[in-house]
């Protein structure tokens, strides 16, 4: 049974910061979603990672898959307030497009 | 870009009644539909796979006489959540997968509030 590990689950940071938060999966996938949720909003999908040393970038945010280690990162660049959301990764179970979520990271940025 | 819409984004019940909430594909044809719950602070939940022309594959645990999905046609899925209790109150999301030109691509409803009262 694929499980998913996030870490850290909170995360308060100063802004002008990096960070990274880090998303485990326990068994082989070859796509993994990250996605980022305000409060009381669905998900904003933010990336699409599909092999393996993929490296995407959008902003601030830039995400990485390594399948090899069954790991994927999200790193913040000089975080601003704006980036203050729950963020989480999903992972392709390889079956009818099923994904599992991971617990998710809150993330707050102090101005 | 592809759309996925749910209805309603906020509903409040009395205990005992039935609720349905619905997600549409609105720009694609979706074989597949996934209803997830998620509670506040808490990740999503899978509850099940909703299959056009047949039947759900519930998730363990998941009361498949209390959760009723119904995918009728390509584009749309319906969740009924049956003889609501205070606990079934809860943010309900849908996604939908389209194909595209690098696999499936999943897109999400913008969500639905449930108050059970």
């Known amino acids: 049974e694929l499980k998913v590990e996030q870490n850290p689950l909170f995360l308060s940071m100063q802004e002008g910061k990096n960070y990274t938060i880090y998303c485990n999966y326990s068994?082989?996938?070859?796509?993994l979603y990250w996605y980022r949720q305000d409060p009381g909003k669905s998900l904003e999908s933010l990336f699409v990672?599909?092999?393996?040393?993929a490296v995407k970038q959008e902003g601030r945010l830039m995400a990485s898959l390594d399948t090899k280690a069954r790991l994927s990162t999200l790193h913040i660049t000089a975080a601003v307030h704006d980036l203050s959301a729950t963020y989480f990764c999903?992972?392709?179970?390889?079956?009818?497009?099923?994904?599992?979520f991971g617990k998710g990271t809150r993330l707050h940025i102090l101005p | 870009g592809a759309v996925v819409s749910q209805h309603p984004s906020w509903v409040i019940c009395k205990s005992g009644t039935s609720v349905k909430i619905e997600c549409r594909s609105l720009?694609?044809?979706?074989?597949?539909m996934f209803w997830y719950r998620q509670f506040p602070k808490q990740s999503l939940m899978l509850m099940a796979t909703?299959?056009?022309?047949?039947?759900?594959?519930?998730e363990q645990g998941v009361e498949k006489d209390k959760f009723l999905i119904n995918h009728a046609s390509l584009t749309l899925s319906t969740l009924t959540v049956t003889s609501a209790h205070p606990e079934d109150s809860s943010f309900y999301i849908c996604?939908?997968?389209?194909?595209?030109?690098?696999?499936?691509?999943?897109?999400f409803g913008e969500g639905s509030w449930l108050t059970v009262v």
């Open positions: 720009d694609f044809q979706a074989t597949t």
């Open positions: 909703s299959n056009e022309g047949s039947k759900a594959t519930y």
């Open positions: 996604s939908a997968s389209s194909l595209g030109g690098y696999g499936n691509t999943i897109y």
């Open positions: 999903a992972v392709d179970t390889g079956r009818d497009d099923k994904i599992i």
């Open positions: 990672l599909l092999s393996n040393g």
């Open positions: 068994t082989t996938s070859d796509r």
